[in-house]
């Protein structure tokens, strides 16, 4: 059946075309109620709506760049722990070096010896044990790269590097330490080492300090950019409110006006 094959009055037509139109706006209404958006589709608004999909994308892209600097924050505080363990060690291997320098028992030196020794391969258990997630910037020369940007071009690289013995020059007992020289000289590289670690941690807290700086930064830049295409696609629910009251009035008023408009046509029933 084509549309010419019914005749309306013009009354009943325009009245159908308003309610239409009405039954559209409440359809666009529900939507922006339901989804708590005004630009749903890049139909409502093709620059609203793609300008907000870009900024969502940098955003989840930043949100991805977050995730790496927190696991770098968490490599740099087991390198951290590694450290202050080692540094540990060797302030207690300084003590043992103290002890051997009071006595000057060859016997008690020797056992103090052995003791240093074991300290040592302690040193290099830890150096070993201090890696997170498979790196570690202690027992090798690694580099961490942090990457705080979403194509990649602001990056940092935290560089390990040797804290075992070998790294730190700590070699075994001197002579088994049977003489004062020989307990000085191994003291003094034990100082050395301290010194070393105290250069590195310094160093891993300047690049700790950078990391955690940029977080906060990309929170931030993850917000504004979140907010921005809020901005752009969301819908004032106090307003889409009102409409919604205000079109469900016209179209009851609407309806009512097509069964007056119809009513003319009614009349010629009473003609029979």
Known sequence: MTVSDISLTAGMRTNLLYLQNTSQLLNRTQQRLSSGKQVNSALDNPTNYFAAQNANQR????SDRKDGMSEAVQTVNATNAGITAITGLINAAKGVAQSALSTSDTTVQSKLANQYNTIRSQIDNLSSDSGYRGLNLLSSINTLTVNF?????????????LAN????????????WQTVSDITTD?????????????NTQALAANLNIITTRQSFTNE??????????????????????????????????????????????SILKLF
């Open 59 to 62: 955003a989840s892209d930043l």
């Open 149 to 161: 940007n979403e194509d990649a071009s602001s990056t940092l690289d935290v560089v390990g590097f």
């Open 165 to 176: 013995s070998g790294g730190l020059s700590l070699s075994a007992a001197s002579n088994n």
């Open 187 to 199: 003291t003094a590289k034990m100082d050395t080492a301290i010194s070393t670690l105290r250069v």
């Open 221 to 266: 830049m993850i917000n504004t950019l979140q907010t921005g295409a809020d901005n752009l696609t969301l819908a004032d629910m106090n307003e889409e409110g009102a409409n919604m009251l205000m079109l469900q009035t016209r179209q009851s008023l609407g309806t009512t006006s097509l069964s007056l408009s119809s009513s003319a046509a009614q």
